[in-house]
Every structure is written in structure tokens, then in C-alpha cells.
């Protein structure tokens, strides 16, 4: 049973870069039938899809956040990877990790709370 | 503000029926059959209920179902149980720009 597990630093100071890793249990990354997403979610308030990435390398951003996104692979470690620059407070939250079966997320991490402040 | 709107909060007693509503546009709930719901107890993980408008995954209750009528996506409990006291978010594909958007959220309170 395909498991994920996100990792990562618990707290960034405002303007950095906040880097989440999540990684693979109980499957494989390079399935064509797949994409790697992350959803994140501010405490208290609602889902907000992130990015997405496929194990050949095609990525999706959300509009809203893609200036500032890097979304990555690495199949030989079985994780991928998320990077988000010059954060505010505004992206404190629980960010997930996903698997994209068509257009539906599921499973998901167990999250990982990012605390950004000075 | 999220792109779907959602009810912020709705109730029903233990076997009764409720409904909650996800309304978009034509640019995403009405342009394509690609709703999901997801249910989210307090400090857990969301957990796919619905994909694709009306299909269950393997272990979802026949309890939960799944509707769309033009821009609006409906996730409809019957024979409500304690347990399905939770957050209810829906999600749907929104074109190759937008991607994926979640509404805000459905609180259901089993009274």
C-alpha cells in the first residue's frame, strides 16, 4: 500500500525559501498512470491546490503561487520535491503531498505544519 | 476567497439525508465531469469519498454519492451516521491554466 511521508523544516523566517521533500513507501514513482502533487492548507481555513509533477518531469503550478514554485522528482530516491521562495506569513500552513490518479488526490502524507516567522 | 462556493456549515440527525452543494462555472464544475470530494475530520488527513462526479473508491460507504446539474456538484449522505461529523471540501479540474480548485469547506454536524 502506496504510503507518503513529507519532511521538512517546521519553521522558515519570512523571505526564505521553504524546500518539502516527500517521500515514497510501498510503491513506485515512475507510473505513467500518476502524477505528484502537494496541497496545502492554512490552519483553520481550506484546501489550496499547490503543483503537480509527472516522474518524466511535466509540472503544473497554480497561477496564483508559480512565480514563486518549484516543483521536482527524483526517481532515483523515489520523492519529489517542493520549493516555495520568499515566503510571508501568508504560507504558514499544513502542506500535503499527493498522488494524482486522474483528476482526484488520493492517497495523501500525513502533512507537515510550516511556520513562517522570524 | 475560494473559487467554489461551498455552504459553510450544514446539519442533519443520525438516518437522515443531506446534501451539500459546490457550485463553480462553466470553466470548471460545468466544463468538465471531474469533481472530487474529500472528508476531513478534526487534526486528520482529507480522505477521497467521490472522484469523477459520482464514483466511490473501493471502501467508501454506498452512503455517500456523488451528483452534478450545470455548474453545481452536490455530495449527497444518506442514513447519517455520528461518524460522518466532519469537513467536507470539494474539488474540481479547472483546464489546463487553472488546474485543480477546492472549494472553502462544509461543516456537517450529525445532531
Known amino acids: 500500500q502506496l504510503q507518503l511521508q513529507e519532511s521538512g523544516p517546521g519553521l522558515v523566517k519570512p523571505s526564505e525559501t521553504l524546500s518539502l521533500t516527500c517521500a515514497l513507501s510501498?510503491?513506485?514513482?515512475?507510473?505513467?498512470?500518476?502524477?505528484w502533487g502537494w496541497i496545502r492548507q492554512p490552519p483553520g481555513k481550506g484546501l489550496e491546490w499547490i503543483a503537480s509533477?509527472?516522474?518524466?518531469?511535466?509540472?503544473f503550478y497554480n497561477p496564483s503561487l508559480q512565480s514563486r514554485l518549484t516543483i521536482s522528482v527524483d526517481t532515483s530516491k523515489i520523492q519529489f520535491s517542493l520549493s516555495l521562495t520568499s515566503v510571508t506569513a501568508a504560507d504558514t500552513a499544513v502542506y500535503y503531498c499527493?498522488?494524482?490518479?486522474?483528476?482526484?488526490?488520493?492517497?495523501w502524507g500525513q502533512g507537515t505544519l510550516v511556520t513562517v516567522s522570524s | 476567497q475560494s473559487a467554489l462556493t461551498q455552504p459553510r456549515s450544514v446539519s442533519g440527525s443520525p438516518g437522515q439525508s443531506v446534501t451539500i452543494s459546490c457550485t463553480g462555472t462553466s470553466s470548471d464544475v460545468g466544463g468538465y465531469n471531474y469533481v472530487s470530494w474529500y472528508q476531513q475530520h478534526p487534526g486528520k488527513v482529507p480522505k477521497l469519498m467521490i472522484h469523477d462526479v459520482t464514483k466511490r473508491p473501493s471502501g467508501v460507504p454506498d452512503r455517500f454519492s456523488g451528483s452534478k446539474s450545470g455548474n453545481t456538484a452536490s455530495l449527497t449522505i444518506s442514513g447519517l451516521q455520528p461518524e460522518d461529523e466532519a469537513d467536507y471540501y470539494c474539488?474540481?479540474?479547472?483546464?489546463?491554466?487553472?488546474?485543480?480548485?477546492f472549494g472553502g469547506g462544509t461543516k456537517l454536524t450529525v445532531l
Open positions: 499527493v498522488r494524482h490518479g486522474g483528476q482526484w488526490f488520493d492517497p
Open positions: 509533477i509527472s516522474y518524466s518531469g511535466t509540472t
Open positions: 474539488c474540481s479540474y479547472a483546464g489546463s491554466y487553472i488546474f485543480w480548485v
Open positions: 510501498g510503491g513506485s514513482i515512475d507510473s505513467t498512470s500518476y502524477y
